[in-house]
């Protein structure tokens, strides 16, 4: 990969979430930074504030993991695709742009979260556990889905086979970026 380094010997790097497509931070690297990112497989960027090479997530543990990295078309920029193990900004946001979090993820750590700590008032607590209740629904759903005629029936009816799939996937352990990332390969 070409690299047109400016006269500090750094270049921007703008950090992408590669399953939302949201941008989460803009750091500035360094031909050492680029190296360890290649070495170990998460993002490495130069401080400019602290004047040495530094792991994201060194702090605050919010690693993220390096799926790509790809320079613009002059080679003086570069685009990593991470997969993000926590917040990407400093202030707990999702994003350095905001607290942008796509609702599908909000989503899937609630369901998560209520089968890690499971809440006696929470009605996916009182399922999440329960894998032939879960396919019940799923079945109960999937009838009344093929079952509506107006459109305002089906979408209801598709979400609510969608939200059951995804308590589904959290009881087998499987993340909903696996079911996505099956979905890529196959494309």
């Known amino acids: 990969m070409k690299i047109n380094f400016d006269r500090d010997n750094l270049i921007p790097m703008i950090i992408q979430d590669s399953d939302s497509g949201l941008v989460l931070s803009l750091f500035y690297t360094n031909a050492k930074a680029i190296a360890k990112m290649q070495d170990d497989g998460y993002v490495w960027r130069y401080s400019r504030k602290l004047k040495r090479v530094i792991k994201k997530g060194e702090t605050s543990k919010n690693y993220q993991k390096v799926v790509s990295i790809e320079n613009d078309c002059d080679s003086d920029a570069l685009l990593v695709k991470v997969r993000p193990e926590g917040p990407a900004c400093h202030t ?49 759903e999937l009838k009344e889905l093929i079952e509506a005629d107006k459109k305002k029936e089906i979408i209801w009816e598709a979400a609510d086979l969608f939200f059951f799939l995804l308590v589904y996937l959290e009881n087998r352990d499987i993340k909903f970026i696996q079911v996505l990332d099956e979905l890529k390969r196959r494309r």
């Open 92 to 140: 707990g946001q999702y994003s350095c742009f905001g607290n942008t979090k796509p609702f599908i993820k909000q989503l899937t750590d609630v369901i998560s979260d209520r089968r890690r700590n499971p809440k006696k008032t929470s009605y996916v607590s009182s399922i999440v556990f329960k894998k032939e209740k879960i396919i019940s629904k799923l079945r109960e």
